[in-house]
């Protein structure tokens, strides 16, 4: 799942457009680099509401440019923008759900009950394997036609769930905007400074400070 910021509809969109009249070198510069440092906002945003969403600690997910979908748990990917006409960067949400172990999980002679939605529920056939996991056991003969059992992990949700809440994707969109503004004022007041334009970097700087 992939999150991206339109920065055509972020309060940014006429300054940009201006910029781009004014020179538009300056302009793709500015954008790439305040679409890096919002992307990376973005990212922490996500990475907070979901452990908040999912009630794990915030260190349990995994963030940056290199996670992919064999990570263990919920994991952010970031990919940064790169100058060009479909200049972009974006937030992907990968990686395996939780096992149940990471909430409140009861043993019991039926199963485990866990909380990892949100009620608890009873999960049959399942057990907790040496305090570290929770697994669904399933009965089976081994090579010499023995009976026994084999366990595979319990899940519950995971990062990919919690992206699907509206309200976590709409809060990830809203720190995106609010931070893509200033950083790309910040930015292009620091190039436009840069080839001696230093009154029009004033006015930026003094625009970006009153947001």
Known sequence: MAIALNIRATGARDLLKSLNRFDSRIAQRATQQALNRTINNMAKAGKDEGAKFLGVAKSKISKGARVDQNSKHGAIAIQ?????KAMRALMFVRGKPFNLIRWTTTPTKGGVISNAWGSAKRYPDTAIIGGKFVAVLTKHKDK????????????????????????????ILDEGDRKFVKH???????LLEREGYKSAAGNLRTARDAL
Do not use: C, Q, Y
């Open 184 to 190: 790309f004022a910040s930015a292009a007041a620091f």
């Open 144 to 171: 010499r036609g023995r009976a026994a059992l084999r366990n595979k992990s319990a899940w519950g949700p995971g990062m990919t769930h919690a992206m699907e809440d509206p309200k976590i994707v709409a809060a």
């Open 80 to 84: 940064g923008a790169r100058r060009g």
